[in-house]
C-alpha cells in the first residue's frame, strides 16, 4: 500500500515480536542506505491480530491481495496479477519471491498446481465482487461473529462468545489462546505493580456497585459482592495475569472459587 503493508505470517517458536523487531529494523537500515537518510521509517509499532487459521485463512489471504485493486493502486485483476507489490502476482507465478510461500496457498485449492491456480483465481474473482468483509473488520467479537448483525442475533439468543480485540477466531480458541498466555503475562508484568493495579480495579468496581471492598474481601454473601467476584476474576486473572491464589486472596474467596467462575463464565 502506499504508506503500510499487511503480512500474513505463521508464528514460529521464537515468536512474532523478534522476527518483527529484526525484519523491520533490517528493512529500515536497508531503505536508509539506498536513499541516502538517516532516522526512523516506520511512524509506530506494528499492529498484530492472532488468527485462527481454518475459518480465516483464505479470507485473509484474499483481504489483504485484493487491497490494491479496492483502494484504486491498480484498476483491473488483470493488472493486480503482474502488480509486484503484492502477494497475488506471486502466487499467480508471475513475479518470484523467495520468501513467500506461493504453495502453501495453492494447496487449498488443490494437488495439481496449474487447476489450484485456477481454483485460486476464480475465488479471488469471487471475493473481489463483495463489499466490506464484516468479519475481517471491527471490535474483536464483530470479527468473530461476522459484522454486527451477527453479534445482535447473539444477543438476542442469549448466547455468550468469548472475545478479544487482539484475536480474530471462535470464542475456544480467543480462551485457548488467553489461558496459553497466561504463564508468560505473569513472567513480564512485576507483581507488585500487576497487585496494585489489580487493587485500584477493585477499589474502583466496589464503589460503582455501591458496596465496600471490605464486605468483598470478607466473604459477604451479598448479591453484589458475588456479581463483582466474578466479574474481577476473570479480570484479575485474563488481563492482570494474577494466579488463582493472587485473585483469590484480594477477593476473598477460595483458589478452587476463582476456577470455578471462570469456568462457568466461558
Known amino acids: 500500500m502506499t504508506n503500510h503493508a499487511h503480512f500474513l505470517l505463521k508464528s514460529g517458536e521464537a515468536g512474532l515480536s523478534l522476527f518483527m523487531r529484526k525484519f523491520l529494523t533490517g528493512y529500515t537500515i536497508l531503505y536508509n542506505r539506498r536513499h541516502f537518510r538517516h532516522g526512523h521509517l516506520f511512524q509506530n509499532r506494528y499492529k498484530s491480530i492472532i488468527c485462527e487459521e481454518e475459518p480465516y485463512f483464505l479470507k485473509l489471504v484474499s483481504y489483504i491481495h485484493l487491497n490494491p485493486l479496492r483502494v484504486g493502486l491498480v484498476r483491473s485483476l488483470e493488472e493486480l496479477n503482474c502488480y509486484p507489490w503484492c502477494g497475488h502476482a506471486v502466487i499467480m507465478n508471475r513475479i518470484t519471491c523467495d520468501w513467500q510461500d506461493r504453495e502453501y496457498v495453492l494447496h487449498y485449492f488443490g494437488e495439481d498446481e496449474g487447476m489450484?491456480?485456477?481454483?485460486?483465481?476464480?475465488?479471488?474473482?469471487?471475493?473481489?465482487?463483495?463489499?466490506?468483509?464484516?468479519?475481517?473488520?471491527?471490535?474483536?467479537?464483530?470479527?468473530?461473529?461476522?459484522?454486527?448483525?451477527?453479534?445482535?442475533?447473539?444477543?438476542?439468543?442469549?448466547?455468550?462468545?468469548?472475545?478479544?480485540?487482539?484475536?480474530?477466531?471462535?470464542?475456544?480458541?480467543?480462551?485457548?489462546?488467553?489461558?496459553?498466555?497466561?504463564?508468560?503475562?505473569?513472567?513480564?508484568?512485576?507483581?507488585?505493580?500487576?497487585?496494585?493495579?489489580?487493587?485500584?480495579?477493585?477499589?474502583?468496581?466496589?464503589?460503582?456497585?455501591?458496596?465496600?471492598?471490605?464486605?468483598?474481601?470478607?466473604?459477604?454473601?451479598?448479591?453484589?459482592?458475588?456479581?463483582?467476584?466474578?466479574?474481577?476474576?476473570?479480570?484479575?486473572?485474563?488481563?492482570?495475569?494474577?494466579?488463582?491464589?493472587?485473585?483469590?486472596?484480594?477477593l476473598g474467596i477460595s483458589a478452587s472459587a476463582v476456577n470455578q467462575i471462570l469456568r462457568r463464565n466461558h
Not at 140 to 167: H, M, N, P
Not at 185 to 207: D, I, Q
Open 116 to 250: 489450484a491456480q485456477k481454483a485460486y483465481q476464480e475465488f479471488v474473482f469471487e471475493q473481489s465482487r463483495l463489499r466490506k468483509q464484516s468479519e475481517l473488520t471491527g471490535g474483536g467479537l464483530v470479527r468473530s461473529a461476522g459484522g454486527w448483525s451477527e453479534v445482535l442475533s447473539l444477543r438476542q439468543r442469549a448466547e455468550k462468545q468469548f472475545c478479544d480485540e487482539r484475536i480474530l477466531g471462535c470464542g475456544e480458541f480467543v480462551k485457548e489462546i488467553l489461558y496459553e498466555a497466561e504463564e508468560t503475562v505473569k513472567t513480564l508484568v512485576p507483581v507488585s505493580s500487576t497487585r496494585a493495579n489489580a487493587m485500584e480495579a477493585l477499589e474502583k468496581r466496589c464503589e460503582k456497585a455501591g458496596i465496600t471492598s471490605q464486605a468483598l474481601q470478607t466473604g459477604s454473601k451479598r448479591r453484589e459482592c458475588t456479581q463483582v467476584r466474578k466479574e474481577l476474576s476473570r479480570q484479575f486473572v485474563l488481563e492482570f495475569g494474577l494466579s488463582y491464589a493472587d485473585t483469590a486472596r484480594l
